[in-house]
Structures are given as structure tokens and as C-alpha cells.
């Protein structure tokens, strides 16, 4: 298979030469020999490169990883499948969603197997309650018998006691309560298109609107955990 040279890598050229890749400029790579002589050769050159491969490495493990996604739909997407391998830990999901990390981890399986109306049904519930969960434990929402509203000390005056009835309004809110809210970040993350989208997603889903979702709504939930977890 076709490998990309990369810094540190040891490689010997067709010519003999023989040397680390200490850089990359102006479309060719810089080798220098165990000497300190340095010498730099077409990115594109047409010598036989020998590279001294080593088996198994992160740097292999990480090359596969990035061509496992390159059939994704756009980049967004090719970045939501690397970013869902990590979640398929137990102990990391129970950190983020305490007593919700079996029905997350179903979410992220389905994910991973292409199953993405599935994926939705499983994540978003779990991402709106553990979202709403944290602005209370903050302070910034209070408990009801309904829905939770905005506390006195949300610093717009205009949300105290409105009703947070979505995973959107818990967004919005938690971006304008700025450094009261360690879920601020969240809205300037996922950009405002998607976090509108978010919310049609989520009424589609709630009610049986929508049976088919596809690759990139599906990835913008997966998206959704990293922000969480970004939040300490």
C-alpha cells in the first residue's frame, strides 16, 4: 500500500543516500544523515524510496484510521468517524454520561456500523438531558415540574424564567452566560446553521417526522459529544 513519508521517518534513496526527514519546503523533503549533512530531494522524485517500516505503530494505526474515512461524506464527516473511535471506551463515555454510557455506546456502534437514524434515536435524548443536566448543576437552569427556566443569575435578564424546552435553547443559553457556563464554547463549535439544524433534527425524530438520517446529521450528533466532553 502507498505510505506517506513523514517527519522522522528513516529512509534510504535508490541513490544511496540514507537519512531522517527533518522537514518539508517548497514541494520537497529535507533528509539528513546520521552526519548532520542535509539534503533535499523532490517530494515527487522518481528514485525508489526504501522506507525502514516498522509494524505495529501509532503512526500506522493512525494511517489506516485516516484512510478508514476518506468515504465519508465531507470532511466534517471524515473527522466526526475519527473522533468516534475514542468513544468506543466504556470508562469514557461513563465519565461524560454518568449511567448513560451502555445506551451512548449503542449510539456510537450504530454510528460506526452506518446505522444512522439509529445513532440519533440513541444520542440525542442522552446529549439534551446530560447538557440540561450541567447548566442546573451551574445554576444557570432550575428544576421544575416541566421543563427547566433560566435562573436569576443567567446574565441575560431576558431568559430569567423562560421555560429551556430544547437541546438548541440549552445551547443558545449556555453561550450567553459566557464564562458561567463551561458548555459556552458549544454554539461557536458547532456554528449556528448546525445548531438550528440540531433542533429540526430533533422535532423530526420526536415526532416520527423522520425515519431516514443521513451521514451528516448523524455526525453532527457525534460532534455534539466531543463539545460535551470538551466541558470538562
Known amino acids: 500500500m502507498n505510505y506517506p513519508i513523514t517527519i522522522n521517518d528513516f529512509i534510504t534513496l535508490e541513490s544511496g543516500f540514507s537519512g531522517y526527514v527533518v522537514g518539508f519546503e517548497k514541494g520537497e523533503f529535507v533528509l539528513e544523515d546520521k552526519k548532520g549533512e542535509q539534503r533535499r530531494f523532490p517530494i515527487n522524485t522518481q528514485q525508489q524510496i526504501d522506507v525502514n517500516f516498522n509494524f505495529p505503530t501509532y503512526k500506522d494505526a493512525l494511517f489506516h484510521a485516516s484512510q478508514s474515512v476518506k468515504s465519508s461524506h465531507c470532511e466534517f464527516c471524515a473527522l466526526a468517524k475519527l473522533y468516534s473511535y475514542e468513544l468506543l471506551q466504556k470508562p469514557l463515555l461513563a465519565s461524560l454520561f454518568p449511567n448513560r454510557e451502555e445506551i451512548m455506546f449503542k449510539g ?89 439544524h440540531l433542533r429540526n433534527l430533533r422535532n423530526k425524530l420526536l415526532h416520527g417526522d423522520l425515519t431516514i438520517v443521513n451521514e451528516h446529521d448523524a455526525s453532527l450528533v457525534i460532534m455534539m459529544i466531543q463539545c460535551v466532553r470538551h466541558g470538562g
Open 108 to 196: 456510537v456502534v450504530a454510528y460506526i456500523s452506518e446505522e444512522y437514524s439509529s445513532t440519533c434515536f440513541h444520542l440525542l435524548p442522552q446529549i439534551d438531558g446530560v447538557v440540561n443536566q450541567r447548566l442546573i448543576t451551574e445554576g444557570l437552569l432550575e428544576e421544575t415540574d416541566n421543563f427547566p427556566v433560566w435562573s436569576a443569575i443567567h446574565p441575560n435578564s431576558s431568559l430569567v424564567g423562560k421555560k429551556c424546552t430544547n437541546l438548541t435553547k440549552a445551547i443558545k443559553g449556555a453561550h450567553e452566560a459566557g464564562g458561567l457556563s463551561s458548555y459556552s464554547h458549544i454554539y461557536e463549535w458547532i456554528k449556528e446553521d448546525n445548531v438550528e
